[in-house]
Nanobody, 119 residues
Framework: QVQLVESGGGLVQPGGSLRLSCAALRSLFSINALGWYRQAPGKQREFVASLTSGGITNYGDSVKGRFTISRDNAKNTVYLQMNSLKPEDTAVYYC?????????????WGQGTQVTVSS
């Protein structure tokens, strides 16, 4: 089991920045991939960004060039730096950890943190 605790959400004006944090209650070295997803009211959960244990990053088209995913292994924490925020970035943001053990792949989710972009 991987417990994930997100923080850093809040209200920000368009064009502003926020940094989300996701603290894993275990070593990041035991996690194969970490990612951020978001879900706006009435919409399906959407991929935002991911980071593999090998350092490969991937981003959703709507956030490329504006968001950056990173990790601090010493703090067992993954971050999502969000710049040039737009009203359409408003959503609950969820952290996801994928742990592969043999042929099995298990996904673990945090509780989510609300991001609201509004003037």
């Amino acid at each position: 089991q991987v417990q994930l605790v997100e923080s850093g959400g809040g209200l920000v004006q368009p064009g502003g920045s926020l940094r989300l944090s996701c603290a894993a209650l275990r070593s990041l070295f035991s996690i194969n991939a970490l990612g951020w997803y978001r879900q706006a009211p009435g919409k399906q959960r959407e991929f935002v960004a991911s980071l593999t244990s090998g350092g490969i990053t991937n981003y959703g088209d709507s956030v490329k060039g504006r968001f950056t995913i990173s990790r601090d292994n010493a703090k067992n924490t993954v971050y999502l730096q969000m710049n040039s925020l737009k009203p359409e970035d408003t959503a609950v943001y969820y952290c996801k950890a994928v742990v592969v053990a043999g042929a099995a792949s298990n996904s673990h989710w945090g509780q989510g943190t609300q991001v609201t972009v509004s003037s």
